[in-house]
């Protein structure tokens, strides 16, 4: 007996601080939602030495009267739920009535708060858990939290923090959450007395991105579709297809305007984007789910970062289809965009000398190579027809003769230019290092990597041939066998009928032994019992969700890499012509399978910005 006590509240709130208040910017994040669950239209933000020193939140918002901001730093106080059906439903950030007493227990906390129409406001003051100061206060309406010292009196905590940098960028990560989650909310930053930001309030989100990241990122995404579903609203930017980041700090997913993290939804994006999206990189989303607050429980984790759908499946679904819509939809635009006339003053070319590349001098003729010997997969004369038509429109434009310069014959032919340049869509005017193709299109200047290029024409070519008649197979000259361990085989013989799909001939040959007598013919396959163990690697890594027609995308994405032209393969100006055309017409043109980039446009205005024409 004697052997159990009641801990007190100090001791029981910074247990509770240990869940609730990690770091810093855990603090950042509990007093900002307090602020927004105020109704808040501004939020200054202020930091010293990573908020270790100093973390200072200041609203405008509703405001405290005397007894609520006592009671506001008691355990489980809380203005947000009454009944434990509230939390069926909670429509507010906060709820627990945690935060407040956690980081006062840990920190040498200040609180002034002011009521609109009151006529004083109050101060608190408590250090570490214990109430020091309580008195009137006159700051303006709205409240004001100051916490100095964290984890000054829990020295264990203190060590478990990274560097000040370190610190103030998981705070400053916090605040952009914030910000690009609430953009009718004014927010600013100010991390050691200099100010990072100052965001007006705004009523649209791409506003808030571009106040935020700036413009160019504005330009490179893609608005969200929208989704079939009347339960589920999928609203906000992601990437286009090639735009991608090497951390997840552009990978912001907000679900009822809170900011969580969800492998979940993070896995379902990643689905949506498949090829366009590099292995390994991060896709950049301002990803907003809403959906009926009684369908998702967000009292699963002490800090509230994680959340639990009802129905997982059905979320996970209408996510993925989104994705693919709006990539889908934005391949469109951009296509279109893409094949605007070029403008017409510059295909004239009454005064300027033309420096663009003739046909004929593309490339050395002794050193090119035909691009249909480089994959022998390429379709063959699948658009051989519109490469001539290319060449012959670009003939055309050349022999235009010198106009008279009265104007309406100078308008009917800017006309008949128009009509041409319309059908000609771009202009091919060199390649550069041997691997960059320059052009010129409507919006200024498009470099294409004809590697990538390729590879993303020889993917859709094929995979387009894998839907259609399935995978074409060759024969091994020499059958072969091969053992696996058990609980491969078992995994084989569950699975032959999609790998055979794949264009894999296999069948069984005894306990754990299979026989191997065909491969896919666009694979280089040498050692074909290698190639299966490889194969059966990545198709178990990539999980049972996976569909056949997927996993043979992979090994496509895969191969093609090697069919692909090279960098330093010169190409025909034809085959560079016929290049650009088949990219165009791919679903996706702008990544190659493996997500990276294809093209890049170099606008007008960044051109004329670079050579200080326009500021
Ligand atoms: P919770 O947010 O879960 O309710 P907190 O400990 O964060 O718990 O806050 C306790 C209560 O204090 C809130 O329910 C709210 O009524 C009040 N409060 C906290 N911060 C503010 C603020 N910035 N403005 C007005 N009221 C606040
Ligand atoms: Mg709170």
């Known amino acids: 007996m004697g052997q159990i006590r009641l801990l007190s509240e100090t001791v029981a709130s910074q247990v509770a601080a240990g869940e609730v208040v990690e770091r810093p910017a855990s603090v950042v ?33 509703c405001g405290m009267d005397r007894d609520d901001a006592l009671l506001s730093l008691e355990r489980h106080a809380t203005s947000k739920i009454r009944t434990a059906a509230d939390l069926e439903a909670v429509a507010t950030f906060g709820f627990r009535g945690e935060a407040l007493p956690s980081i006062a227990s840990v920190s040498r906390f200040r609180l002034t708060t002011r009521e609109a129409h009151a006529l004083a406001g ?3 003051i408590v250090n570490g858990g214990k109430l020091d100061v309580v008195r009137d206060g006159g700051e303006a309406p709205g409240t004001q939290v100051e916490v100095r010292s964290l984890f000054y009196n829990l020295p264990a905590r203190r060590k478990f923090l990274r560097s000040e940098n370190t610190e103030s960028r998981n705070i400053e990560h916090q605040v952009h959450l914030q910000a690009i989650g609430h953009p009718q909310i004014g927010f600013s930053f100010l991390r050691d007395d200099r100010v990072l930001f100052q965001l007006p309030a705004t ?3 791409s506003y808030r991105i571009r106040d935020l990241f700036g413009v160019e990122l504005l330009q490179r995404l893609v608005e969200l579709a929208g989704t079939a579903s009347p339960k589920i609203r999928i609203s906000g930017f992601i990437g286009q297809a090639g735009l991608s980041r090497q951390t997840r700090t552009q990978q912001l997913v907000f679900v009822n305007g809170r900011a969580i993290e969800s492998s979940l939804i993070t896995g379902a994006i990643r689905e949506g984007y498949h090829t366009a999206l590099m292995k390994g990189q991060y896709p950049v989303t301002f990803f907003f789910l809403e959906l009926d607050p009684a369908s998702v429980d967000v009292n699963v984790h002490p800090a509230k970062r994680e959340v639990r759908f009802r ?17 889908e939809a934005g391949r469109v635009a951009w296509q279109e965009k893409f094949r605007a006339p070029v403008s017409v003053p510059t295909v004239v ?37 519109s490469a001539a038509l290319g060449m012959e429109i670009v003939g055309q434009a050349r022999r235009l003769p010198a106009l008279p310069a009265d104007s309406a014959s100078e308008a009917l032919a800017v006309q008949q230019q128009a009509g041409r340049a319309a059908q000609q869509q771009f202009q091919i005017i060199g390649v550069l290092s041997k691997l960059y193709v320059l052009m010129e299109n409507a919006d200024g200047l498009v470099l294409v990597d004809q590697h990538a290029a390729h590879e993303r024409v020889l993917f859709e070519e094929l995979r387009r041939r894998m839907e259609e008649q399935g995978v074409p197979t060759q024969k091994l000259l020499l059958p072969q066998t091969f053992d696996v361990p058990p609980r491969d085989a078992d995994w084989i013989e569950r699975n032959l009928s999609i790998l055979q799909k794949m264009g894999i001939g296999i069948e069984s040959f005894g306990p754990d032994t299979f026989k191997i007598d065909s491969v896919p013919s666009f694979l280089d396959v040498s050692d074909p019992a290698q ?7 990545d198709l178990k890594s990539a999980g049972n969700s996976t569909s056949a027609m997927r996993l043979g995308e992979e090994m496509i994405a895969k191969s093609v890499c090697r069919h692909a032209v090279k960098a330093n393969d010169p190409l025909r ?12 017409d791919c679903d996706l043109p702008y990544c190659c399978p493996h997500g990276r980039p294809t093209m890049i446009q170099i606008s007008h205005a960044e051109l004329e910005k670079k050579f200080g024409r326009k500021v």
Do not use: W
């Not at 307090?34 to 930091?47: H, L, P, Q, T, W």
């Not at 129905?311 to 990539?327: F, H, K, N, S, Y």
């Not at 001098?361 to 004369?381: F, I, N, W, Y």
């Not at 100006?573 to 165009?584: A, M, N, S, T, W």
């Open 29 to 61: 994040k509990e007093l900002i939602e307090n602020s927004i669950d105020a109704g808040a239209r501004k939020i200054d933000v202020m930091i010293r030495r990573g908020g270790i020193s100093l973390v200072r939140v200041i609203d405008d918002g």
């Open 122 to 124: 109050t101060e608190i």
């Open 203 to 205: 009523a649209t989100l």
């Open 311 to 327: 129905d997982p499946t059905g979320v996970r679904e209408a996510i993925v289809q989104c994705i693919q819509q709006t990539l």
């Open 349 to 385: 070319g009454k005064t300027a000398p033309d420096l663009r590349l003739r046909p004929e001098e593309s490339a050395p003729k002794e050193s090119h190579r035909e691009l249909s010997h480089l994959g022998s997969a390429v379709a063959a004369g699948a658009s051989a027809s």
């Open 531 to 537: 190639f299966m163990r490889k194969v059966i690697d």
């Open 573 to 584: 100006y034809l085959e560079v012509e016929k290049l650009i055309r088949d990219l165009l």
